[in-house]
């Protein structure tokens, strides 16, 4: 403002009191016209969180009864993989034998089951979100003999659980229900 | 400036005259307007309407027309409960698949599927309806000239034809639909659908539901749109008024 | 760096590397502004601002919008119905190019009356047109993108325009529509230079406002700068009357996007495309309606097409008049050789202004009204009348016109009557200013 001055030098003087007074709207005004362009940018952010149609994304229903023991299969919900397992009693008695204390994320195998034959988990890697490899026939199982995560070598057991690399948590079990003995629901 | 304002006010005028005038012309009955409870700044949906609308869709509409763009997700929106909408969505199949065999297969519809269509193609309406298209009935109120108030004229707007004149095979006389022909059966007749909330079911009243039903489908943000209107033109109202204050202040240095 | 103007040490620090605090002081704070700009110099700033609303609303849906044919009119309307806030930020993104256009031709008609397009704005003019020329593209590829029947139609029309052209007429439209219809290629291209537009949009904006800012802004009375006295500096005199003017629109302007969203719009639009049916009255946007009366009434009885009818066909005659009744635009500076530059002082040229204004209005309805009598005749006699008023009576008026005495400078009270003579300057001393 004080360039201001110069041009406006014939004007007369502003009072002490006037020139406070303006001070006052003009903080008022600016602290109004910034929540108010506040709240115009929260529509723009938003939009980017799912729309109603993404929430609302239709459930997946899977038919067990093709799948034979020890067999792992891939199935797509919600655009991710999710992992089911029909597990071996072997596997399942390894899952159980595994103390708390050893683990990284500890959660006990019935905690993340609800049939303990049937192993329901979300295939995406803790870490940085790749597709641990163990579920194809023929593929890496990692050191517990259940995935491996090739990017960056994390090692998950027969539960799903990370035991070892760079992994912070399990592999996330998803919402599912058991329609009937063979058909289950995920989501 | 006061000549200037003068001459800003004639063609003022003359674009409102000419606006106004597009409306009249062509063979196009200007439907009477009508007081609907949606319409004003403050308008909102009257459920019981929505309800009952939706209920003359499904009953009556849904045979020939399909509203594509709504799912039955959208249906509690309009005081539907989750299990209502549910149980209207099971009551309709759509196809799904392939399953693991690669077949296509029929199940019930969910919360998340689209309103299931008359239809599969378009090819197959019009062979099932004269050679007529029934369009899609979504975006009706927003699809036409005069919007609600031309769906309702239309609805309620069958009459005999005149004397002198010829209609066309399978054509029907509607006062409102432009050049008075239309391939459409009239849809309502008194008592067509027994409302469950026992509203006598005239035409005029099915008419009125309908429309009701359909401006929502078309406009459901509608209602979030008027609330939050009222409250960003206020707020602005507020800050401009402080703005013009300030101005006053920093320009009464100059004068 | 002890002597930098700046008191805060880390805008000192970063000016005294890169001078963006000195750029800004010095065009936005110091810029020696007119004291006696009025309400419709609000308009340039305004319409600075609503394209930026524009690319940001824009950016934000061409993250939900898909250019496909198959999903195009869905993808809106999913943008409508289940993207958050996406019905606010479409029907701001739709309006917002009716208000850009409302904002736009005020700025025009300003300039027109107060002459801001004389020596030494002519590249400042000039740029403003070109402008104008590209947010007409922008606007019609953008209204393209819906896919209702109104767009795929305006598309059609438009694209045909190129036909005209003889020879390699139908060839440019066959390369513009990368088909034989307009079709999926279209859209896709349509898209892709909709979202390149803006930029170029921007970029021409930057030069408009650097040939702005080398002579300043012109003024009501329409007279140069004299002495610092006639000045006053742009912040906080103009930015805060520019920010109160701007909420004066955006009062307006969100009044239609929240109460009236579809009354610029076309109701056809909400019908999904249909190669197969032409609605039954088909018209462009109603920014484009002047410009669609002027194309239409070139028809091979029109009395102003007779003149050139043994030269072109009265298609390519309508197709080059909608572009010339832009481009005489660019030559208006040296169409109107009258040295005064406000209309206050050119009382003929004043009643000229207002009857082109008039002039246009016609035009927009007759491009509202469907192509009967006596729409034709009216529009035809509306666009004879748009080019004589820009070759004929301008030139002319610059040579017989009377002009009323000017002020001396803008700090003199602006003089009533034109009898008092001691202290008029005769009507000369803009020229070569």
């Known amino acids: 403002m004080a360039s201001s001055a110069d041009t406006v030098e014939n004007g007369p003087q502003q009072p002490e009191e006037g020139e406070t007074r303006r001070d006052f709207l003009m903080l008022t005004t600016g602290a109004f016209g910034a929540f108010g362009a506040a709240a115009a940018v929260w529509p723009l952010v938003d939009q980017m969180n799912p729309a109603a149609d993404t929430l ?39 899952a159980k034998a595994v103390k708390l204390a050893e683990l990284v994320d500890p959660e006990t195998d019935e905690a993340r089951t609800k049939k303990a034959e ?64 063979n058909l289950v629901k995920i989501g | 400036m006061h000549k200037v304002s003068i001459n800003f006010a004639t063609i ?69 409960s989750e299990a209502q909408v549910k149980a209207i969505a099971a009551s309709k199949e759509v196809t799904d698949g392939p399953n693991a065999e690669g077949e296509m297969f029929q199940r019930p519809a969910r919360l998340s599927d689209r309103l299931v269509k008359p239809f599969p193609n378009e090819e197959a309406a019009r062979a099932g309806n004269n050679g007529a298209l029934p369009p899609d009935l979504t975006l009706m109120t927003k699809a036409r000239v005069g919007g609600a108030d031309y769906l309702h004229a239309l609805l309620v707007g069958y009459k005999p034809a005149p004397k002198n004149m010829k209609l066309g095979e399978g054509m029907y006389y509607n006062l409102y639909f432009p050049g008075q022909q239309i391939a459409m059966p009239p849809p309502l007749v008194e008592g067509g659908v027994e409302y469950a909330d026992k509203t006598k079911s005239t035409v005029d009243q099915m008419s009125r539901d309908l429309t009701t039903f359909l401006a929502w489908a078309a406009e459901p943000e509608l209602e979030w749109r008027k609330r939050m209107g009222v409250k960003v033109i206020l707020f602005l109202l507020i800050l401009t008024g402080m703005l013009y204050g300030i101005k006053r202040k920093v320009w009464s240095d100059l004068h | 760096m002890s002597n930098s103007k700046f008191k805060n040490p880390i805008v000192a620090w970063i000016d005294y590397r890169l001078p963006v605090f000195t750029f800004l002081e010095h065009e936005l704070h110091e810029y020696p502004t007119p004291k006696n700009l009025n309400y419709w110099w609000n308009f340039g700033s305004l319409a600075g601002i609503i394209l930026v609303i524009m690319i940001v609303s824009g950016i934000v849906l061409a993250m939900h919008y898909t250019p496909h044919t198959a999903f195009a009119f869905d993808s809106v309307e999913r943008i409508m119905r289940d993207v958050n806030y996406g019905w606010l930020i479409r029907y701001i993104h739709m309006n917002g190019a009716s208000a850009f256009f409302i904002v736009v031709y005020i700025h025009i008609f300003r300039g027109l009356y107060f002459g801001s397009y004389k020596s030494p704005r002519e590249i400042l003019w000039i740029l403003g047109v070109a402008i104008l020329l590209c947010m007409m593209a922008t606007a019609f590829l953008g209204y393209v993108l819906p896919w209702g029947q109104m767009s795929f139609w305006g598309a059609t029309v438009i694209t045909n325009l190129f036909s005209a052209i003889p020879i390699v007429g139908d060839s440019i439209v066959t390369l513009l529509w990368g088909g034989f219809s307009v079709d999926n290629p279209t859209l896709n291209r349509f898209f892709s230079l909709h979202y390149l537009m803006p930029f170029v949009l921007v970029g021409i904006v930057v030069l408009h406002i650097v040939a702005l800012h080398q002579h300043g802004s012109n003024n009501p009375i329409g007279i140069d700068i004299k002495s610092p006295q006639d000045t006053i500096s742009f912040h906080p005199y103009y930015t805060i009357k520019d920010m109160f003017g701007l909420g004066v629109f955006l009062i307006l302007f969100f009044g239609f996007v929240f109460f009236a969203p579809n009354f610029f719009g076309e109701p056809d639009n909400y019908i999904e495309a249909n190669p197969l049916v032409t609605p039954a009255h088909i018209v462009p946007e109603w920014y484009f309606l002047p410009f669609y009366a002027i194309l239409r009434s070139f028809t091979a009885d029109a009395l102003i097409y007779l003149p050139i009818s043994w030269l072109m066909s009265a298609k390519l005659a309508g197709v080059l008049a909608m572009f010339a009744s ?41 491009g509202a009204k469907p192509a009967d009598a006596p729409w034709t005749y009216i529009a035809q006699a509306a666009t004879a009348y748009y080019f004589l008023h820009f070759l004929v009576i301008i030139p002319l008026l610059s040579f017989f016109e009377k002009t009323r005495p000017l002020p001396t400078s803008i700090s003199e009270p602006v003089l009533k009557g034109s009898g008092n003579s001691s202290i008029v300057a005769s009507a000369k001393p803009m020229e070569k200013a």
């Open chain 1, 56 to 94: 609302a994304a239709s459930t997946t229903e899977v038919n067990l009864a093709p799948i034979k023991p020890g067999q792992r299969v891939l199935v797509k919900w919600r655009g991710k993989p999710v992992f089911i397992v029909r597990r071996t009693p072997t596997q399942i008695a390894e």
């Open chain 1, 118 to 181: 049937w192993l329901i988990i979300v295939g995406v890697c803790t870490h940085l979100g790749c597709i641990p490899a163990g579920t194809k026939q023929g593929e890496v199982k990692g050191e517990y003999g259940g995935w491996f995560c090739p990017c960056h070598g994390s090692h998950y057991d027969t539960s799903g659980r990370i035991r070892k690399g760079p992994a912070p948590t399990n592999l996330p079990v998803p919402d599912y229900k058991f329609l009937s003995d």
């Open chain 2, 12 to 80: 003022i005028v003359a674009t409102v005259i000419a606006t106004t005038s597009v409306f009249a012309a062509g063979n196009i009955v200007k439907p009477e307007k009508q007081n609907w409870s949606f319409s004003g700044l403050f308008g909102t949906f009257d459920r019981g309407a929505l309800q009952r609308g939706f209920q003359v869709y499904n009953e009556v509409c849904a045979a020939c027309h399909s509203a594509r763009l709504l799912h039955y997700r959208n249906l509690k929106e309009i005081g539907f």
């Open chain 3, 326 to 366: 832009i481009l005489v635009l660019f030559v208006l500076p040296w169409l109107d050789r009258s040295p005064v530059r406000s209309a206050r002082f050119r009382p003929v040229y004043k009643q000229f202004y207002w009857l082109l204004i008039i002039d246009c209005v016609i035009l927009g309805i007759c």
